[in-house]
């Protein structure tokens, strides 16, 4: 997996909202200091002693863990919470996030609580989403290198439902290679990548998209279901025309 | 001088085995003083006579033959005294032992990075060959620490290739190992036998490589939940083809695949092969070669054991185990196929240890494959044992010491049928059980009192109940009866975490009656400021101590400050502190550094916030190293 997900989540990567830092004038101390890192939780209904109660604003967010993904748990305090009632909230929060296909907890979620160490839940998480062979769950992360490019990417082929998703969303992070290395103006990377019919015009594009798969073989992306497809690639190469030609030649060959 | 060693004495008592004595800038003193102060009247003193040195013949005047021992036969004695805390009382007798114990030390334990400079470690014990070092505080485990923190592990790994060219061992715990500190160790150690690392991020397997490569000696490579980047690196490959000296390979945490060929060689070549925990990207059929190439294993992880069901591979796998005669510690993260597990059979009998908090088979073959584990003496399982696979556990696991119950699904609608049944039958049932890790959903005073009855011999017992602030579900009452009754009856318990409902009560009883209690976990918990006044007044023996969303405030802490300088590390976050006290604290006590962290979304400096600024988590620990450089924005030190 990748580094951590739970320390950079932690911070929690918006800003601190406005309205909430701007209350100034309370008496109670927690208002004063801005977006605080107040924790509610209890029993629905119950009361935190020592809360304020008004300054609801700078509640932290509940983790958002809900359901199979709960590696997502130390992602939380994105958003203070506008609401005192933390199960509306975390619903609400929910449908900001990105896809989780969990069920919806009716409690909200908090910070480090229970007490399961990270790499614990991360690790339940993984085997969870594999044993189901969900497309919720971990994300897929497959780092993509380009021929020429001095560093690579990561993608998470889980975002894109097709080929061309794919290929467009690849096409946006490469274009500062892409543009400026010839003059010619190709065709679109999208029938690039998809058009395995035209083998002979491929002599005159500059880029194929390649993959490994499980046996470290690179392969020509397109052949699969999008699924499959998915499932077993393991990195993405961004290879020169010129030399993507004697993989596809081959193969013609054979 | 006495003064001095009286702060020696509280730096290194019994209880804190990591302490280095305060009085190291002072010179050695002469000899005389030293005879003048141990020359104790009394048996020691009748009994110590005749080593070696036959009698004080000269009369009364003369000083006890055994205060002017030479060092090494001072090392010497002194090597009979492995526990850390034995040789910190040993040094704190006077300088002359003081001198010969650093000398001679070999293990080095640093529960805090921060509480000594790695320099002035590696100075003070020369001779050190073992050195585990310890980083980030506890609740980093549970998302409560941002990242970059700190924690680095290259000074240490720096301070130690200057100042301990026969370093063997080196393990660090949440701290941050870079690929460059790897390199570092494989490169200045040229005896470096055993690499241990818990709960730490930062490195990639590019880092692992320079280590196989590198280390000539390796014994043991053990590599426990860190986060480690995958580069790809086959750093399994560059064991050489004449190392065969590798007793122990743990790297279960690694996601990437590894060569398997590469695998198989190596644990055909190193004969004394004990310790294997594979990795999830090992399928089941090359489990079984491997076992067949390493019968004499003692323990194994099996990485992820799942399959579809084929009778070929079942016989495989089971005449695989049955080879497997010293076979004693299992573990695995089993997707496991009930179907195989029978496969283990022949191997029950003799574990000791059984892993199967990564397993999330439930049902009856995991419970028929328990029961036949008659020699269990440590058991870590999921909550789909439930109750009743509890009860089949008391039953058979006669000789149970440890058990971990592990939550499966944390935040769901709690539908697991495991309650406080299966504790109380466990604890009923197994008279040797002293360790206990449970996470319920429910629980009575009741079912606390009676398990508080049945095994007053408890070290350790952590109770997490899911829902913070859950009562008596019987009764709705607090459960304060509850742990007063655990912490009355044990009286040996080191290690609490308390949950549910909570009232200032139970901590009045834990202070009062936790008199061996070296950690406490607290969350959720409390009224007012009189739990924590009660915790840190009482519990003598106290050394960390982790607090977070309780109603506790500054007064008991400025209370109790001298307390802190006693302990190890104070935690807490999501209490009602303000600055003006931390700043209190830390004028009033020197030598703990005091550090509070906010809202890493707001970096302004601390001396412009008033004092009644809250403070969101404070972390104190006591020092003799002074304010740590290397915080990140969000950590001010006060």
Known sequence: MSPPLEPHDYIGLSAPTP??????????????????????????????????????????????????????????RAFPDASPHRGCSAAARAEDKPPSAAPPAAKAQVVGWPPVRNYRKNTLAASASKAKGADDGA???????????????????????????????????????????SSLRKPSTKDRLTNRSNVDSLQDQEYVLTYEDKDADWMLVGDLPWDLFTTICRKLKIMRGSDAAGIVVSTLCT | RKQKDNDTAS???????????????????PPARASRRVASPGPATARAAPMGRGGARDGAAAAPPWHSLPDEVLEHAFSFLPAAADRGAAAAVCHGWLGAERRSRRRLAVANCYAAAPRDAVDRFPSVRAAEVKGKPHFADFGLVPPAWGAEAAPWVAAAADGWPLLEELSFKRMVVTDECLEMIASSFRNFQVLRLVSCEGFSTAGLAAITEG????????????????????????????????????????????NFAVLERL??????????????????????????????????????????????LFAKLEAAFAGCKSLRRLSGAWDAVPDYLPAFYCVCEGLTSLNLSYATVRGPELIKFISRCKNLQQLWV??????????????????????????????????????????????????????????????????????????????????????????????????????????????????LSVSGLLTDLVFKSIGANGNCLEMLSIAFAGNSDLGLHYILSGCKTLKKLEIRDCPFGNK??????????????????????????????????????????????????????PDDSPVETLYVYRTIAGPRSDTPDYVQIV
Not at chain 1, 144 to 150: E, I, L, N, R
Not at chain 2, 281 to 304: F, H, M, N, W, Y
Request: hydrophobic residues 35%; charged residues 20%; negative net charge.
């Open chain 1, 19 to 76: 309205s909430s830092s701007s209350c100034s004038s309370s008496p109670s101390p927690a208002a004063e200091a801005g977006p605080r890192l107040t924790l509610r939780l209890g029993l629905p209904g119950s009361e935190s002693p020592d809360r304020d109660r008004d300054g609801p604003a700078d509640d932290v967010a509940p983790a958002l863990t809900l359901g199979p993904a709960p590696h997502k748990a130390a992602s939380k």
């Open chain 1, 139 to 181: 994300p897929h992360y497959v780092k993509v290198s380009m021929d020429g490019a001095p560093y690579l990417r990561k993608v998470d082929l889980k975002m894109y439902s097709s080929y061309e998703d794919l290929s467009m969303a690849l096409q946006k992070m490469f274009s500062c290679f892409i543009t400026g290395q």
């Open chain 2, 11 to 29: 730096l290194s008592t019994p209880s804190s085995p990591d302490a280095l004595p305060a009085a190291a800038a002072s010179p050695r003193a």
């Open chain 2, 215 to 258: 280390c000539r000696n390796l014994r043991e490579l053990d590599l426990q939940e860190n986060y480690i980047e995958d580069c790809s690196s086959h750093w399994l490959s560059y064991f050489p083809e004449s190392f065969t000296s590798l007793e122990t390979l743990n790297f279960s945490c690694l996601e990437g695949e590894v």
């Open chain 2, 267 to 312: 644990v055909s070549r190193c004969r004394n092969l004990k310790t294997l925990k594979l990795n999830n990207a090992i399928p089941l059929d090359k489990v079984a070669s491997l076992l067949r190439k390493a019968p004499q294993l003692v323990e194994l992880g099996t990485g992820k054991f799942s399959a579809e069901y084929h009778s070929d």
């Open chain 2, 382 to 495: 999921m909550d789909l044992i439930e109750d009743h696979g509890l009860a089949v556990v008391a039953g058979s696991c006669s000789k149970l010491q440890e058990l971990r119950v592990f939550p499966s699904d944390p935040f769901g609608a709690g539908q697991v049928l495991l309650t406080e049944r299966g504790l109380v039958d466990v604890s009923a049932s197994c008279p040797m059980l002293e360790s206990v890790l449970y996470f319920c959903g429910q629980m009575t005073n009741e079912a606390l009192i009676t398990i508080a009855k049945n095994r007053p011999n408890f070290t350790c017992f952590r109770l997490c109940i899911l829902e913070p602030r859950t009562p008596d579900y019987v009764t709705r009452e607090s459960l304060d009866a509850g742990f007063s009754a655990i912490v009355e009856s044990c009286k040996g318990l080191r290690r």
């Open chain 2, 556 to 609: 008991p802490l400025l209370a109790n400050a001298a307390k802190l300088e006693t302990m190890r590390s104070l935690w807490m976050s999501s209490c009602s502190l303000t600055l003006g006290a931390c700043r209190q604290l830390a004028e009033k006590m020197p030598r703990l550094t005091v550090e509070i962290m906010n809202d890493p979304g707001r970096t302004c400096p601390v001396e412009s916030l």
